[in-house]
């Protein structure tokens, strides 16, 4: 495993306690794939196995172009044995409906829009624990009633979940946790979900997806699977995902500078979220080179924090 210290550590970041509760996700979208060739056409399209896909768990997943570079992620699991729904970002959606359905040629399976047929709810701390299994693994998942519930990566901690039901079934029991609070959650959490700003910028490696469950390199061929492939054997990976802090709010899409050169960016910023007690946390993949540099967005200072995982060395 690699050593995920850092030599640029935040030196702002203020203490801020664990999220609990429950909280709504309208920025999720579901693509629903019925038929009985559901699981197999999804095998061929995402960098996840989905042929051996199970009932009692999930997958993380990306859809990647030609060059490797990801069009949309994924939280996939069955809610039948011929029913796959896939979890994503909402405004990435439709293109990834309409670039998954391209594909479908004579297999049996039909994609939709299933976005008003469900909700979707977070689950942190007590919320998640009450509904998984006890120390459930990140991408398990579990049935609730008619709600599926999918095991996520934890945050400082506390266990976290994507809980999702049809339309009209109660929401989750738990103290009400707002959105933001959600987001923040995420980023602590170290699992990146890909956003429209962001769509084609990275190959999975970037955001450490072969490290956390999102990319399976012993399936079969999947539109950019080579250059993933390439990136990991050897040895061209050369951006990674951190943790960071910084004093002002950022911006998906937003360019790192090293302080020393206010020219040539060395990362973006992938996803961010208000901390608690001030301050703003951040996703951001950047050059392992500049890892130990003085980082800056927009001339505000930018902290690294160590990830919640290790990173992989041997697949």
């Given at each position: ?272 979220a208000a901390r608690p007690g001030g301050g703003f946390d951040a996703l951001v ?31």
């Amino acid at each position: 495993m690699t050593d995920t210290s850092l030599a640029n550590p935040s030196p702002s970041a203020p203490a801020a306690g664990p999220v609990e509760g429950v909280a709504p996700l309208p920025h999720l979208g579901v693509i629903r794939v019925a038929g009985e060739d559901a699981a197999n056409f999804l095998h061929g399209q995402l960098s996840q196995d989905f042929a051996l896909l199970d009932m009692a768990h999930a997958r993380l997943a990306a859809l990647l172009n030609p060059k490797g570079r990801m069009l949309a992620s994924f939280v996939g699991f069955k809610r039948a044995p011929d029913e796959v729904l896939l979890v994503c970002s909402r405004d990435l959606l439709a293109a990834a409906l309409k670039r998954l359905s391209m594909f479908v040629l004579r297999a049996k399976a039909r994609l939709s829009d299933a976005s008003g047929d469900f909700l979707l709810h977070g689950l942190a701390g007590g919320a998640a624990r009450a509904l998984l299994p006890a120390d459930a693994p990140p991408w398990t998942l579990a049935q609730s009633g008619e709600a599926s519930v999918v095991a996520l990566y934890p945050a400082d901690g506390q266990p976290r979940a994507l809980w999702l039901a049809p339309a009209g079934t109660p929401a989750p029991t738990g103290p009400v946790l707002d959105e933001e609070s959600w987001h923040w959650s995420e980023v602590r959490s170290g699992i990146a979900t890909l956003t429209a700003p962001l769509a084609e910028a990275f190959v999975p490696q970037m955001l450490n997806y072969e490290s956390v469950g999102g990319v399976n390199f012993k399936k079969g061929c999947y539109p950019g699977q080579e250059v993933v492939a390439r990136s990991q054997f050897r040895g061209a990976i050369k951006r990674r995902t951190y943790l960071a802090h910084a004093p002002s709010a950022l911006a998906p899409g937003a360019e790192i500078f090293a302080a020393d050169d206010a020219e040539q960016p060395v990362g973006l910023v992938v996803q961010s979220a208000a901390r608690p007690g001030g301050g703003f946390d951040a996703l951001v993949s950047l050059q392992i080179a500049a890892a130990d540099k003085p980082l800056q967005v927009g001339g505000v200072a930018l902290g690294l924090e160590p990830l919640p995982y290790a990173l992989l060395e041997d697949i």
